[in-house]
């Protein structure tokens, strides 16, 4: 079954929109705006748990760590702190006004060390093999194009670099304030199935909040690099 999906899925990942239902709001700059004010709230810190995350992502000083769709930029301030100084955060997103509100966030916290990037619903656009981790933070549900933004993933990684997933299960209650079932279309088998079609191999997976996210940790499918979730699998 998971094969037949697989193969259903390159066929439209690479020519249709497959998360048109999770992108309603995403429209419009007033939707966006709205989104954006929700990404900031005060709750935001209780609803992520960011500091729980920065701990599971294993991030060093030195490294370069990319945020896939940062919309207004609310972990680029624990990530920036993570990778210190002399590392380097890439805030990606396809939307100029949400880049707008990260690079605001990210002068307001006297944040150096974040770079702005535009993608595209289909391309990263991050620089080849320069990239340590990716961290793609409740954003996969929202991809219209996943297998190609993946493997342009896949092309920023360096050999030893990781992909790292969050997102919420496909399952009644995941997300806070419902819809999970008409906003989610697949839950965790598939999106390893959807990921590592794309070049990528699992190495680890957790809860990040019972019930409602999981952590996916993924290496390049040609690489040997083992990280330490992986020695409990």
């Known amino acids: 079954m998971i094969r037949a ?19 309603e709001h995403y429209r419009t700059e007033q939707g966006r ?9 005060s709750g935001r810190y209780r609803e992520l748990h960011p ?3 920065i701990e599971a992502l294993s991030l060093k000083p030195g490294m370069v760590v990319a945020d896939i769709g940062t919309g ?11 990778v210190g100084p002399k590392g380097l955060v890439l805030a990606e997103d396809i939307f100029p006004d949400f880049l ?5 966030r990210a002068e307001a916290e006297g ?16 620089p080849e093999r320069q990239v340590d981790l990716a961290l793609v933070l ?55 199935a959807e990921i590592e079609s794309a070049g990528f191999r699992l190495t680890d997976k957790k809860d990040h909040i019972r019930n409602s996210q999981y952590i996916l940790y993924f290496v390049p499918s040609d690489s040997g690099a083992r990280d330490r979730h992986s020695q409990k699998r």
């Open 51 to 53: 500091d729980k995350l």
């Open 100 to 104: 707008a509100r990260a690079r605001k």
């Open 5 to 23: 999906f697989i193969l259903l899925f390159c066929a439209l990942a690479a020519s249709a929109q497959v998360a048109e239902k999770a992108n």
């Open 138 to 192: 409740n954003v996969y549900h929202h991809l219209n194009y996943p297998l190609p933004v993946m493997k342009s993933i896949r092309r920023a990684l360096t050999h030893n670099g990781r992909l790292v997933v969050v997102d919420y299960y496909r399952r009644p209650g995941a997300m806070p304030g419902g819809g999970t079932m008409e906003h989610i279309r697949a839950d965790q088998p598939e999106v390893i």
């Open 111 to 126: 944040l150096k060390n974040v770079t702005l990037i535009l993608g595209s619903e289909s391309d990263v656009r991050l």
């Open 72 to 82: 207004a930029g609310f972990m680029l301030p624990f990530l920036s702190r993570a």
């Open 33 to 41: 705006k709205e989104i954006g004010d929700r990404q900031v709230w």
